[in-house]
């Protein structure tokens, strides 16, 4: 299934999306509320090259809380009720800006040009050879050295049936980390009445380019990482996944999860085989792979469901990609302060990052994720958050 794209007028997406001026720092918005919940907005600090940077804070009717920041769109809290109605942090990340400013891996950001892998950092598009940054064992990972994850995003709450909703817009010029095209993307975080998070993409290029954005937020459904992520029942809903090398580069064809413990169609604790000696768990040093979701790309489906069993709480996830990288935190080591104080340790979070699949510039096999002008990318990503 190709990237769901609409014929648009290049000009007026450009207008809508971005504003009057391209990735222009704006003054701080008041707060707001309502019977439907309030956005609250707070300046944290500014930028070593001088973009003040705001975190928004979102509440809906039920209490259930999601902060984002400027720098790079990142969500820097979710915290939602376990069964006894305790509303708790769910996610991973820093206390501070200047903590996030000093890197961290991914904490809850917003990924682009291209989320994953692309082999060798490089691509051909209409017989022309892009060069990027080879930022990850020779190849490039989630664009690159200064990816989606350090711009400054322009945000700005917006009007939403659904809820609480911030608009986050960026102008990622022509050759930005090697890659072709000025790329206008507009990103929508809604908390919605219904205790569901909801993240819509959209882009246009004025030259080809490819295109595969994402989010990185590690979850962690305990409460305030209480324990790690092991004992988190997951369910995924893909008969297939996609193999890769020792670099995590793949192979080039789609592989049958039946009689792997890549198998998760039933609900299976994380941590019941993830240090199994089947080759592809040996490669990824546990999950880090790509799984083909069940039914049709560009359809809202259900991709995955998991339930941590103290707490009660449970996450579905929704999407309208072909494929979802399950990450289980294998390259946590202890040296990133987290929240709190606490040093966060391999397997303490999980990803759950709705995508094409990696290196798909690369394999012609794979969903295209080729986008032209004139077409528009889209892309809708869900959590719906619930108790058992």
């Known amino acids: 299934m190709m990237i769901k794209r609409y014929a648009c007028p290049l000009v007026v997406l450009l207008l809508i999306s971005c504003g009057k001026k391209t990735n222009e720092i704006p003054a701080v918005p008041e707060s707001t509320t309502s019977m439907n919940g309030s956005i609250r907005v707070d300046s944290l600090g500014v930028m070593p090259t001088g973009e003040v940077i705001n975190q928004y804070t979102l509440v809906n009717p039920n209490g259930l809380q999601l902060q984002v920041i400027n720098l790079g769109g990142t969500i820097t809290s979710l915290k939602v009720p376990d069964r006894q109605g305790n509303i708790e942090e769910v996610t991973l990340g820093c206390d501070s800006l200047q903590d996030y400013l000093k890197g961290t891996p991914f904490f809850g950001c917003l990924v682009g040009r291209y989320g994953n892998r692309i082999a060798k950092g490089s691509f051909e598009l209409d017989g022309t050879r892009y060069e990027l940054a080879k930022n990850n064992n020779g190849n490039h990972l989630h664009g690159g050295l200064k990816g989606f994850d350090k711009v400054y995003w322009n945000i700005e709450p917006i009007p939403s049936e659904e809820g609480q909703a911030i608009r986050l817009t960026y102008l990622s010029p022509d050759m930005e980390e090697g890659y072709p095209g000025n790329l206008s993307v507009e990103v929508v975080y809604t908390l919605t009445n219904d205790n569901k998070l909801s993240i819509d993409y959209r882009a246009t290029t004025d030259k080809p380019t490819v295109v595969n954005l994402t989010n990185h937020t590690y979850f962690n459904l305990t409460g305030d990482a209480k324990r790690d992520i092991l004992d988190h029942e997951l369910i995924l809903?893909?008969?297939?996944?996609?193999?890769?090398?020792?670099?995590?580069?793949?192979?080039?064809?789609?592989?049958?999860?039946?009689?792997?413990?890549?198998?998760?169609?039933?609900?299976?604790?994380?941590?019941?085989?993830?240090?199994?000696?089947?080759?592809?768990?040996?490669?990824?040093?546990?999950?880090?792979?790509?799984?083909?979701?069940?039914?049709?790309?560009?359809?809202?489906?259900?991709?995955?469901?998991?339930?941590?069993?103290?707490?009660?709480?449970?996450?579905?996830?929704y999407t309208t990609e072909p494929g979802v990288q399950f990450y289980s935190g294998n390259f946590l080591n202890g040296t990133t302060r987290g929240k709190g104080g606490k040093m966060y340790n391999k397997r303490d979070g999980f990803?759950?990052?709705?995508?094409?699949?990696?290196d798909s510039p690369n394999q012609p096999s794979f969903p295209s994720t080729v986008l032209r002008p004139g077409e528009e990318y889209r892309s809708r990503t869900v959590y719906a958050f619930s108790v058992r």
């Open 351 to 358: 990803c759950l990052e709705t995508e094409h699949f990696p």
């Open 237 to 317: 809903h893909a008969t297939q996944y996609v193999p890769v090398n020792k670099e995590l580069i793949p192979v080039g064809k789609l592989e049958d999860v039946a009689g792997t413990p890549l198998d998760f169609r039933e609900a299976r604790k994380i941590g019941e085989r993830i240090d199994d000696n089947h080759p592809q768990i040996v490669n990824g040093l546990g999950y880090d792979h790509c799984w083909v979701i069940s039914g049709n790309a560009g359809e809202l489906r259900l991709g995955a469901t998991v339930y941590e069993p103290q707490s009660g709480r449970v996450m579905e996830l």
